[in-house]
Nanobody, 122 residues
Framework: QVQLVESGGGLVQAGGSLRLSCAAS????????MGWFRQAPGKERDFVAA????????YYTDSVKGRFTISRDNAKNTVYLEMSSLKPEDTAVYFC???????????????WGQGTQVTVSS
């Protein structure tokens, strides 16, 4: 089992930056493929970024490429999402999630955090 806790959300102006962290507990974290998803009010939970358990093979949804960076520190059991050049349309609750598969689909993920709110003002 893997337990996930996100932090780092908040209110930021358009063009600003935030770093989200996801602290994981559980012995299997190092073999878990980790992803970030986001959900805006009234919308589905969408894929944002994912990273292979080795720390390589990063994947991003097109709308965040060049602005967001996912990384992980297996020694600290933590995954990060560095977000820059934020836009109002990035406003959402951001969730980190883990899976034993290599996937960008939410329903393939078994472990979820509680989410952290990111609000970008114009």
């Amino acid at each position: 089992q893997v337990q996930l806790v996100e932090s780092g959300g908040g209110l930021v102006q358009a063009g600003g930056s935030l770093r989200l962290s996801c602290a994981a507990s559980g012995r299997t974290f190092r073999r878990v493929y980790m992803g970030w998803f986001r959900q805006a009010p009234g919308k589905e939970r969408d894929f944002v970024a994912a990273i292979h358990w080795s720390g390589g093979f990063e994947y991003y949804t097109d709308s965040v490429k060049g602005r967001f960076t996912i990384s992980r520190d297996n020694a600290k059991n933590t995954v990060y999402l560095e977000m820059s050049s934020l836009k109002p349309e990035d406003t959402a609750v951001y969730f980190c999630a883990g899976t034993q598969l290599t996937s960008v689909r939410a329903h393939d993920y078994d472990y979820w955090g509680q989410g952290t709110q990111v609000t970008v003002s114009s």
